[in-house]
């Protein structure tokens, strides 16, 4: 299955890094053109809200960062009501 650009979002333009939201698996076939450092969330059926990292030259070269950041989320409610800070810490070293 071909990736389908779906929209995309600036993160560094001039770098050519941004975040995409797509359908298809960018891991696969032709895999899918973008700047290390871009992040690729699918929006296809069964695989919604997957996400990637571009962590290579090639057009395959993605990295899949679920289900790690899935299962994060759903402990969150629990976790933040023990230890905000420690949330708060971890999400933004996650997301850098």
């Known amino acids: 299955m ?3 650009e779906v929209r995309r979002d600036p993160i560094e ?4 890094v941004w975040r995409f939201v797509v359908s298809g698996d960018p891991t696969t076939g032709t ?3 973008a700047g290390i450092g871009s992040i690729i969330t699918r929006d296809d059926t069964g695989s919604v809200g997957y ?3 571009k962590t ?3 057009d395959t070269a993605w990295t899949q960062l679920t289900p790690a950041i899935p299962n994060l989320i759903a402990g969150l409610p629990d976790i933040a009501l023990r230890h905000p800070a420690d949330v708060a810490f971890k999400l ?3 997301l850098q």
């Open 31 to 33: 895999g899918f053109s």
């Open 2 to 4: 071909a990736v389908t």
């Open 92 to 94: 933004t070293a996650l």
């Open 13 to 16: 333009p001039a770098s050519g």
């Open 51 to 53: 996400m990637y990292s």
């Open 56 to 58: 290579g030259a090639g």
